[in-house]
């Protein structure tokens, strides 16, 4: 998640605010936090690796901080065995103190507690660290978060869960099987009843997805311009509309017209959070057969809106469904070499 305009006074509020930044709560990890002008501009995390990876993780991270032309970056360890992060945080410290980049500080979380690397003052950082607050005591940093529904999962596999088929999928697939009817809505006057059925699935409320529907918009998104057009519905200045078939385009502009429409008449929730759980709820009504392009649609989106883990996790899972996916491969590429959105 990109970081709304917080300040941050201490390092326990920065512990409070990765697990929202993240998605999760994260776990035998380093977290680089890359700043520019004080503020948070780049979030990085990455498992720890074996002692023989540590310089190669470090450079592929230090490369990151760099692209960003960041002045300052904040370090943190989250450790399940005490030393298992500190090669890497000394490491990558000394890499970017070399690129004069300011290591602001460089922080180890183990069982529970925090402390500083370097702190020397043990009325500040005692040896045996600090308790981690929980997130009651950080509420006031933490209301820009909560206000947005932002709300941290336990850790990334619970993140990669939510992605996971559900037992409804088993009843899309069998529709499949049985009607393959979604292409057809595309052509002529019958566009307006695929547009009809992407307005329902982007605005009616997860638990509300109709079975029939999940299917004719998982065998839509099977069609790569479709699967185009539903991203420039969901991304409006991602992708020119005029590079698509026409066809496309006046699916995407009944679309755009049809989700405005319910947002005006049903007072439909469309922030990004509410997107992003309408998609995953698709995610979940796909076996594997026919999950790839929603899995790389929500990637699509969860990237273009700061969301790294969770398009990481739905273009793994993507890439497992069909590991030739052009698409979910090229945004894996900009996801592993930093490569943000380019905003009009």
């Known amino acids: 998640?990109?970081?709304?305009?917080?300040?941050?006074?201490?390092?326990?509020?920065?512990?409070?605010?990765?697990?929202?930044?993240?998605?999760?709560?994260?776990?035998?990890?380093?977290?680089?936090?890359?700043?520019?002008?004080?503020?948070?501009?780049?979030?990085?995390?990455?498992?720890?690796?074996?002692?023989?990876?540590?310089?190669?993780?470090?450079?592929?991270?230090?490369?990151?901080?760099?692209?960003?032309?960041?002045?300052?970056?904040?370090?943190?360890?989250?450790?399940?065995?005490?030393?298992?992060?500190?090669?890497?945080?000394?490491?990558?410290?000394?890499?970017?103190?070399?690129?004069?980049?300011?290591?602001?500080?460089?922080?180890?979380?183990?069982?529970?507690?925090?402390?500083?690397?370097?702190?020397?003052?043990?009325?500040?950082?005692?040896?045996?660290?600090?308790?981690?607050?929980?997130p009651a005591e950080a509420s006031s940093v933490l209301a820009e978060f909560v206000g947005v529904g932002s709300a941290p999962l336990a850790d990334r596999r619970a993140l990669a869960e939510q992605l996971k088929p559900a037992p409804a999928a088993a009843d899309v697939n069998e529709l499949l099987r049985h009607e393959r009817t979604a292409p057809t809505l595309l052509t002529g006057s019958r566009s307006h009843r695929l547009a009809e059925v992407w307005s329902r699935v982007l605005t009616?409320?997860?638990?509300?997805?109709?079975?029939?529907?999940?299917?004719?918009?998982?065998?839509?998104?099977?069609?790569?311009?479709?699967?185009?057009?539903?991203?420039?519905?969901?991304?409006?200045?991602?992708?020119?509309?005029?590079?698509?078939?026409?066809?496309?385009?006046?699916?995407?502009?009944?679309?755009?017209?049809?989700?405005?429409?319910?947002?005006?008449t049903q007072d439909v929730d469309l922030t990004t959070g509410a997107i992003k759980s309408r998609l995953i709820g698709l995610c979940q009504h796909a076996t594997d057969e026919h999950a790839a392009p929603v899995l790389t649609l929500t990637g699509t989106y969860s990237w273009w809106h700061g969301d790294g883990a969770l398009a990481r996790v739905a273009l793994d899972r993507a890439l497992r469904c069909d590991r030739d996916y052009r698409l979910a491969q090229l945004l894996r590429l900009m996801l592993d070499e930093g490569i943000r959105p380019e905003r009009p």
């Open 1 to 134: 998640m990109t970081a709304p305009p917080i300040k941050l006074r201490s390092p326990a509020e920065l512990l409070a605010v990765i697990p929202h930044l993240l998605g999760f709560e994260p776990r035998q990890s380093i977290v680089v936090l890359a700043l520019k002008d004080n503020k948070i501009d780049l979030t990085q995390r990455m498992d720890l690796p074996d002692p023989n990876r540590v310089d190669e993780v470090a450079l592929a991270l230090q490369r990151h901080v760099l692209k960003e032309k960041a002045a300052a970056a904040l370090l943190v360890g989250y450790e399940n065995t005490a030393g298992d992060s500190r090669p890497l945080i000394e490491a990558l410290g000394e890499r970017l103190r070399a690129q004069d980049v300011s290591v602001r500080d460089r922080i180890i979380v183990h069982d529970g507690r925090w402390r500083s690397l370097d702190c020397t003052d043990p009325s500040c950082c005692p040896p045996q660290g600090t308790a981690v607050p929980p």
């Open 204 to 264: 009616r409320p997860t638990g509300a997805l109709r079975i029939a529907d999940a299917a004719v918009a998982l065998q839509s998104l099977q069609d790569v311009p479709t699967r185009d057009g539903i991203a420039a519905v969901l991304i409006p200045n991602g992708l020119k509309l005029e590079i698509l078939p026409q066809d496309t385009q006046a699916l995407v502009l009944q679309c755009r017209k049809a989700v405005r429409t319910a947002e005006d």
